[in-house]
């Protein structure tokens, strides 16, 4: 510890810890300790934390010092101080430097005071133990520029520097520095007064009345040393005031508790003369007053016993409040409350006073509350007061305490309107303490300089702060890692589709994320980020302007901007101008009359148009050749009266984004014009791809090294087959951070930053090792260290209170490996981030040895991101997925292909045409058309109407075969298959009600042979059987909507086929094909016809249902491709009573004829499996799957077949 009076020690700390200094171990050895940060004092104490248990106490010590100059001013805050009034003449230099240090006992006061011409000046006050920078303009109010420093009220000496240069202002307290940027009209502002220690405005009385009381030392303007001046009565420097030129101070003696085992007993009697104060102790009575200081809301601050009945008074902190309770035989007789706030680290000060049965309790010179106690319940003393705490159990004398130990400190403690020597108490002359710090206040703001980064808001307590990071964007125990993602790409591969997302750039560095728009339709993701004018707006002549220019103003900063560009692997921007007679660039030999500026704010002059290169002064069909006159390289300058236009896409990132665009010939009477100019679109990241691939253990990259001292995050992809290997390591001297594999199931994050090692693992229930990607997230801050692997959940390890911060490394960054080529990694590393600064891994990999740049391979991570049978397709840099053989669509497939019919409305989709032989003779169709002659189906659909009957879907094929789909009068489902043409078709009802209500319903049907199941939305699964154990022959077509002839539809239902169908229809499929998607996408390149009018719309998506719909359209759509278990349905549908007639009806056959027993007993095998079948079936999903797969269907057998079904 140290101190410059012998009095109010400070202790010497490291890297904002408590320091220790290591001693010797030997009677020879010489230990040197050399500090970090130069302590300035005249005393140094020594506390001896442990001894050397072999040898003997003993201690030679030798302190090194320099020579130190001081000139000190004291100020006695009554209006005294120092004024210096510079001369006017030329101006001085550019660059003004204040220097000074301070110590005061007070936390608010006029430190110094600059003012220049017009009564602009800038000022540094106390407040609340702040130093604060104002701004001051005559006699306005002022204006805050900064704030720094905390707890500048503890009598130690501060030092401060003031260094203006133009517009650029540096502020330092202590170690601290601030960079300010002040209003451009102080780039001319000289000074020509500077007072200190009060506020003096130039020929004008004193406007602040707070001055500042206290010390001063080495003040010093441009080198010129006031104090000196002063004392020397220069006339440059007047002295105003009670002003002395030494530092005495009063002696305050503080006391700190700082633990749990905290607390300092005094005896609550006095010595008394007098017989009035003799009766005023015998009725009972108590005066003690203190100030205390903490960041703690709750807090034991004083307890004593009351005399008489074993009553107990308790004074505590509570939720920042005072307390006064007073307790008596388990109940609470009295509770008195008194301020608020008092945990902000500033000196409060209470009093507690009882005469006469008054009682009274002030905070801050102010009474919080009072109450009258009767002389049968006096309020004193009986016995000691304890402070802060309460000892041990087992010690005497008693004491009780129920509230949390106060942490804190404490100074100007009185009894009996006396003050307490706390020297005395120190040397135990007085009273009795445990674990105190006297005659010091080890108070720490851990909030100044904030360690929360991103804006987040600090709090703390005695021991620890923490961070708010709500409404930052950023999380963790600092506010260092972002919640957001680096790109569109990033959110397309967490499965999200198109929407507005807000994206952070460069994770955790300093650019702020920025709302843009991900448009995710397209075969790329596009991030849109739009301007103040993205519509085709119309100029028209104006007189006397010769030009007009408008600029363009975009929804992210600067900064953000330059930064989505600089990661997309691609970015244009539309560029459009619709003319008449008005020219846009002239020629290329001639002065353009039209540009714009485009790149880094504010821009640079562009003469070229959408779709021309850079400089070439052209438009897109100067390059084609194709312009209206070939004499000029754009349409526009063709200079007709009909409408031409030139537009194209600006696709060289380093003119994007457009800025400004200033149009020439505008003035003409005849001139007419519009322009346009897109927003900007981006797709690609380079860096969530850039990946490189370590082939043997031995194999690494290295890089410079990583410097994160205070904060530090990485995080990265990876995929291997290897059951261990080393990710990432950097060394220092001690130091060291490392992320590996420790096994297969475990990843490890080991760091030391001068502690002793720290280590934090993740472990995951399923092997890491399975070549699919996963990510890894680690950060470490000053407390504490965390990791996140994958989804799992953050597991952290806090950091010691009062240890090392400062992460110092030295050698290189080793990547896949370490320095000692040992326990490398084999496999895949992407997406490598370092404090929000991506490496490039590719670009090191071409150049090492051992590495190769890139890593193929995704579909094995993501393919599950491609919904309703989309196949995943490999990319160079990602993946895509193939909706060809899906009914939906969109960038994941998941977005359902709805369409509104009317009763006129028609799809007829038409099946490859069999040869004529297999048309017309009885032999089966080639194998080659077997893609429509399947032994089994799958159809689903989505649909809703409010009309029946109503016809869904009908299958027909050349020999008079057919399916239909329908909703009967009843509302109910009806499937009806006609696999022989000789029979009829046989119906199958549904039990399902209410199909016509208006509401989305999703209908599965799949049939393998004669076994059928029907799902309807989440009822019971429907099991059936056909008769005719069957197989379409040769499908000829397939209709959604009225049918058209009746030659294909069976006579029961060609009537209704002629209604036709209205409603909604979505998500239609018939095996591997989509009919409703090639009619909507692709109606002039697939095999479809429509008649009537077809409308695209969301109809059946989740959004437009009601709630149970959406549960349904969800429903649908995870069931995609599985069959569940239900209830079934016989087609004949049987009640208990049916059946037991016709058991009666078999044995009378039975009884009559042999042949009718033989003929029966086989019915009754039949009736029997079947009935089987129906109670097998009452089962619900849990039951075993239905034995359908649509792989095995013909019809997406071949991949000359698949491509005549189109999406």
């Known amino acids: 510890m140290f101190s410059d009076t012998g009095h109010n020690w400070k202790q010497c700390r490291q890297e904002d810890s408590i320091g220790s200094l290591p001693g010797n171990s030997n009677a020879d050895s010489v230990v040197q300790y050399k500090l970090q940060q130069p302590a300035i004092a005249r005393f140094l104490r020594l506390v001896p934390l442990d001894w050397n248990p072999s040898g003997r106490i003993g201690l030679r010590l030798e302190a090194y010092g320099c020579p130190y100059t001081s000139d000190v001013v004291s100020l006695d805050g009554g209006g005294s101080g120092l004024v210096s009034r510079l001369s006017p003449g030329p101006r001085r230099a550019s660059r003004e430097v204040v220097t000074l240090k301070f110590k005061t006992q007070r936390n608010s006061g006029m430190l110094l005071h600059a003012e220049g011409e017009g009564g602009l000046g800038l000022s540094l006050e106390l407040e609340r133990g702040k130093l604060l920078l104002l701004l001051r303009r005559g006699s306005s109010s002022p204006r805050r520029l900064s704030s720094l420093g905390s707890l500048l009220d503890d009598q130690h000496w501060h030092a401060v520097a003031l260094e203006r240069g133009g517009a650029q202002l540096n502020l330092t307290v202590d170690d601290h520095t601030e960079r300010i940027q002040i209003p451009g009209e102080f780039s001319r502002w000289d000074v020509r007064q500077l007072s200190v220690g009060t506020l003096q405005s130039r020929g004008a009385p004193v406007v602040s009345k707070r001055n500042f009381h206290g010390c001063l030392e080495n003040l010093l303007h441009d080198g010129l040393n006031l104090i000196a001046l002063a004392k020397s009565r220069d006339p440059r420097v007047t002295t105003m005031g009670n002003v002395t030129f030494s530092c005495a101070e009063s002696v305050s003696v503080a006391v700190t508790f700082p633990g749990p085992r905290s607390f300092l007993s005094l005896p609550g009697s006095r010595a008394s003369s007098s017989e009035e104060e003799d009766d005023e102790e015998e009725e009972g009575g108590v005066s003690v007053g203190f100030q205390f200081r903490t960041w703690n809301k709750a807090g034991l601050l004083l307890t004593f016993d009351l005399p008489r009945e074993g009553g107990v008074a308790w004074l505590y902190l509570s939720e920042a409040g005072l307390r006064l309770q007073i307790h008596k035989a388990g109940r609470t007789l009295l509770e008195l409350s008194a301020g608020s706030a008092l945990n902000d680290g500033q000196w409060h000060s209470v009093e507690l006073n009882s005469r006469r049965g008054r009682l009274s309790l002030g905070v801050d010179k102010e009474e919080g509350g009072g109450a009258q106690a009767g002389h049968s319940f006096p309020v004193g003393v009986d016995g000691h007061l304890f402070f802060g705490g309460c000892p041990a159990e087992d010690d005497r004398p008693r004491c009780r305490n129920p509230f949390n130990v106060f942490q804190g400190c404490m100074r100007l403690l009185t009894l009996h309107n006396q003050i307490v020597d706390l020297i005395r108490v120190q040397q135990k002359q007085l009273g009795v303490y445990s674990n105190l710090q006297i005659d010091m206040c080890g108070i720490i703001d851990r909030c100044s300089p904030s360690r929360c980064e991103h804006g987040g808001r600090c709090s703390q307590s005695w021991t620890v702060f923490h961070c708010n990071c709500s409404e930052s964007g950023y999380s963790g125990a600092t506010c260092h890692s972002s919640v957001y993602e680096r790109s569109c790409e990033a959110y397309k591969h967490n499965g999200n589709t198109s929407g507005h997302f807000h994206i952070d750039v460069d994770g955790s560095g300093p650019i702020r994320p920025q709302l843009v728009y991900c448009n995710m339709t397209e075969g790329k993701t596009w991030m849109v980020i739009q301007h103040n004018n993205t519509d085709r707006t119309r100029v028209r002549a104006s007189p006397g302007v010769d030009q007009h220019s408008v600029h363009f103003d975009y929804s992210t900063e600067e900064e953000q901007l330059l930064a989505a560009i600089s990661q997309s692997e691609h970015c244009e921007q539309e560029l459009s101008y619709r003319c008449r007679k008005s020219r846009l660039l002239n020629t290329p030999e001639g002065s353009p009359f039209s540009w714009w500026l485009g790149g880094p704010s504010p821009g640079r002059v562009q003469t070229y148009w959408g779709g021309a290169q850079p400089g070439s002064q052209q438009c897109v069909c100067g390059l084609q050749g194709d312009c209206v006159d070939p004499q000029h390289y754009c349409n526009c300058d063709a200079d007709r009266l009909e409408w031409a236009e030139d537009s194209g896409l600006l696709t060289h990132r380093e003119s994007l984004p457009v800025r400004s665009l200033v149009l020439g010939d505008v003035r003409r009477p005849e001139s007419d014009a519009a322009y346009r100019v897109g927003p900007l679109r981006c797709h690609g990241d380079k860096n969530f791809w850039n990946a490189a691939f370590f082939d043997k253990e031995t194999s690494y990259l290295h890089f410079p090294t990583f410097h994160g001292e205070l904060s530090a995050d990485v995080s990265f992809l990876f995929k291997t087959t290897a059951p261990s290997g080393v990710f990432l390591e950097n060394l220092g001297i001690k130091d060291f951070i490392r992320i590996e594999l420790s096994s297969s199931t475990r990843v490890v994050f080991s760091l030391d930053v001068g502690n002793g090692p720290l280590e934090v693992g993740v472990d995951s229930s399923v092997p890491l090792n399975d070549n699919r990607w996963h990510r890894v997230r680690a950060e470490r ?183 239909a789909l329908l909703v009967n009068k009843l509302d109910k489902l009806e499937v009806r298959y006609k696999l022989d043409s000789s029979r009829e078709a046989e119906v199958l009802r549904s039990r399902v009600k209410s199909l016509a209500d208006g509401r989305l319903h999703s209908v599965t049907v799949r049939r393998l042979s004669g076994s059928v199941s029907v799902q309807i939305d989440r009822n019971p699964r429907e099991d059936f059987n056909l008769t005719s154990d069957g197989e379409f022959n040769a499908i000829k077509s397939l209709v959604l909507g009225r049918v058209h002839g009746s030659d294909d539809v069976d006579p029961d239902l060609s009537r209704l086929a002629s209604l036709g ?147």
């Open 1061 to 1207: 169908f209205t409603g909604c229809l979505s998500v239609v499929r018939f095996n591997s094909i989509s009919p409703l998607k090639a009619a909507l996408l692709h109606p002039h390149t697939s095999p479809v016809v429509i008649s009537g009018p077809l409308v695209r719309s969301n109809c059946g998506s989740s959004a437009s249902a009601d709630p149970y719909a959406a549960e349904n359209t969800r429903h649908l759509s995870d069931q995609s491709g599985s069959v569940g278990s239900g209830q079934p349905l016989v087609n004949a549908m049987r009640t208990d009573s049916a059946l037991i007639g016709g058991v009666i009806a078999v044995v009378i056959f039975v009884v009559a004829t042999g042949l009718a027993i033989t003929g029966r007993f086989l019915y009754r095998r039949k009736e029997t499996y079947r009935n089987q079948e129906v109670k097998a079936g009452v089962k619900q999903d849990d039951g075993p799957e239905f034995p359908f797969n649509h792989q095995t269907d013909s019809q997406s057998a071949s991949t000359e077949h698949t491509k005549e079904y189109f999406i």
């Open 781 to 963: 801050n000053v407390k504490e260290a965390s990791l996140r692997l994958d989804e799992l959940p953050v597991a952290a390890r806090e950091a010691p209170a009062d240890g090392h911060l400062h992460l110092q490394l030295n050698s290189q960054l080793f990547i896949g490996g370490t320095a000692s080529r040992q326990k490398g990694f084999r496999g895949c590393i992407r997406s490598l981030q370092l404090n929000g600064v991506t490496l490039d891994l590719e670009e090191r990999a071409r150049i090492t040895p051992g590495v190769g740049p890139g890593c193929p391979g995704h579909c094995s991570s993501y393919g599950s991101l491609c919904q309703n049978r989309g196949r995943c397709v490999e990319a160079a840099s990602g993946f895509h997925c193939d909706c060809s053989l899906s009914a939906h669509t969109g960038v994941f497939c998941h977005t359902e292909l709805s369409a509104s019919f009317e009763s006129d409305t028609t799809v007829s989709y038409t099946f490859k045409e069999p040869y004529e032989s297999s048309r017309n003779g009885s032999a089966r169709p080639s194998s080659i058309y077997s893609d429509a002659t399947p032994r089994g189906e799958s159809v689903s659909l989505s649909f809703r109407t409010d009309r029946s009957p109503a016809l869904l879907l009908h299958v027909s094929s050349y020999h008079r075969e057919s399916l």
